[in-house]
């Protein structure tokens, strides 16, 4: 189970860019393809219909209300997000960009075309699945170095704005989005809970993988 140890850092690999918009056809297609993955990661999670992680807990809500898709509705808050940036003088990159567009339409494709469950243990399932899903693909984007997405540079902007750390600035922001998508009508439940406790891990899993293939 070596392969499997969690990474604590974030590996340099063959296609991390120098910067922002260091931009190649193989860096721009291993982040295409990991947004793309996260989105219907999200999807999984959310047509396991167990509950949502906070940003589509948020989104579901907002879609309920406004009677718009989940893809328009995640949209819309991304943008709305890298607004946020504008105060906290953070300047996005092209990955950061790609983010809000692709994620939102791999979610939209992905509650589209995947079963909604009304079984628990699929539900479950799906939810796991979802979560294994997004840890990979958060890693293919994250090492590819094109600039973070809209809700980690609004975590990372008031951290150094405010001098709050990192872990309390995200806690504040993920519990408040939470919440406010539960009061609207967000799917809340055990894939709420599984999501909050694994995404991290998951995350920490797949870096330690892509490091030690990139490495060899």
Known sequence: MEFLRPHKTVPITPWTGKGKWDLTISRV???????FLFGIGEAFVIQGNIGNGPWSVLAQG???N???SMGWSTFGISTIVLLGWIPLREKPGFGTLS????????????????????NYA???????????????????YITCGLGPGPRDGLMTGLHFKTGIRVGRVRLAIESSVFVLG????????LGTLLF???IGQSIAVALGVVSRVTSK
């Open 29 to 35: 297609a291993i982040l295409f393809f990991g947004l």
């Open 62 to 64: 907002i879609s309920k």
């Open 66 to 68: 406004l009677d718009i």
């Open 99 to 118: 983010n809000i567009a692709i994620i939102a339409l791999a979610i939209q494709v992905g509650v589209t075309y995947i079963p909604l469950q009304s």
């Open 122 to 140: 699929v539900g479950i399932a799906f939810a796991l699945l979802g979560i294994g899903m997004v840890g990979m693909a958060s890693t293919l």
């Open 182 to 189: 539960w009061l609207l009508g967000g799917t809340v439940g």
């Open 196 to 198: 909050a406790g694994l």
